[in-house]
């Protein structure tokens, strides 16, 4: 009072907190009272603000820390930030295996920030999908903010992966021809094999036509 400079604090707004304000200071005794005639008038909105939420780069199998900061900066009960993640065609849920921390940071005697920090491994079940951060506040008032994750694949692990694939291609291709190969040296053998005569073969084989005449065309077979 000896500085002519008085305030109030309204943690927790709501509605039924609007209308107009009077000082009114009261002494010691009953009739020490007086009651300033300046008014204050105060008019709550429908909170538009929406929460900011900080997304770093993503990389599949990479750990991943992201921010939500809830609106406003006043003091007052801290707000309940949850965080909801959605696959294509899914319904909300959360991410499994996410740590969740909320922070409050006293930037003067009266304000604040309130942070929710969530951190999980990426992968790439991940991408495309929206992630959701909702703020409840005291008195069921909620806003929330969605966004989409992107996130970038290990291109050394899919490569990796690939020439994996590959050396068993390779693999298959050579066990092919040596099997191919063995099945026609196989086939070779046995036609060889089939081929050999036998003893009244080769005694044919050594009959040879001798011309003994101009007449007479004789087949002489030679000794063994």
Same mark, same amino acid.
């Not at 969605?146 to 050396?167: D, E, I, P, R, S």
């Not at 291609?169 to 086939?187: D, E, K, P, Q, T």
């Given at each position: 009072?000896?500085?002519?400079?008085?305030?109030?604090?309204?943690?927790?707004?709501?509605?039924?907190?609007?209308?107009?304000?009077?000082?009114?200071?009261?002494?010691?005794?009953?009739?020490?009272?007086?009651?300033?005639?300046?008014?204050?008038?105060?008019?709550?909105?429908?909170?538009?603000?929406?929460?900011?939420?900080?997304?770093?780069?993503?990389?599949?199998?990479?750990?991943?820390?992201?921010?939500?900061?809830?609106?406003?900066?006043?003091?007052?009960?801290?707000?309940?930030?949850?965080?909801?993640?959605?696959?294509?065609?899914?319904?909300?849920?959360?991410?499994?295996?996410?740590?969740?921390?909320?922070?409050?940071?006293?930037?003067?005697?009266?304000?604040?920030?309130?942070?929710?920090?969530?951190?999980?491994?990426?992968?790439?079940?991940?991408?495309?999908?929206?992630?959701?951060?909702?703020?409840?506040?005291?008195?069921?008032?909620?806003?929330?903010?969605?966004?989409?994750? =992107?996130?970038?694949?290990?291109?050394?692990?899919?490569?990796?992966?690939?020439?994996?694939?590959?050396?068993?291609?390779?693999?298959?291709?050579?066990?092919?021809?040596?099997?191919?190969?063995?099945?026609?040296?196989?086939?070779?053998?046995?036609?060889?094999?089939?081929?050999?005569?036998?003893?009244?073969?080769?005694?044919?084989?050594?009959?040879?036509?001798? =011309?003994?005449?101009?007449?007479?065309?004789?087949?002489?077979?030679?000794?063994?």
């Amino acid at each position: 009072m000896t500085e002519k400079n008085c305030s109030m604090v309204i943690n927790d707004l709501q509605k039924s907190d609007s209308g107009s304000y009077q000082l009114r200071v009261v002494g010691k005794g009953a009739k020490e009272a007086f009651t300033y005639l300046a008014k204050a008038n105060l008019s709550l909105a429908d909170l538009n603000q929406k929460p900011s939420v900080m997304i770093p780069p993503l990389t599949e199998g990479q750990q991943a820390s992201l921010t939500c900061t809830a609106p406003g900066l006043c003091s007052g009960s801290p707000p309940k930030i949850t965080w909801m993640w959605r696959g294509e065609g899914e319904k909300d849920s959360y991410i499994i295996g996410n740590i969740t921390a909320l922070k409050t940071e006293n930037l003067t005697a009266f304000t604040k920030r309130h942070v929710s920090t969530l951190t999980f491994n990426s992968s790439a079940d991940h991408h495309n999908t929206s992630i959701t951060c909702k703020v409840n506040f005291t008195g069921g008032i909620t806003t929330e903010e969605t966004v989409t994750l =992107n996130v970038n694949f290990n291109h050394v692990k899919h490569c990796a992966c690939g020439g994996g694939a590959l050396l068993w291609v390779v693999a298959g291709v050579s066990l092919s021809v040596h099997l191919f190969s063995m099945i026609y040296l196989y086939h070779i053998r046995n036609t060889r094999k089939k081929a050999e005569p036998t003893e009244d073969d080769q005694t044919y084989m050594c009959m040879q036509k001798t =011309n003994a005449s101009a007449g007479y065309n004789v087949i002489v077979q030679q000794p063994h």
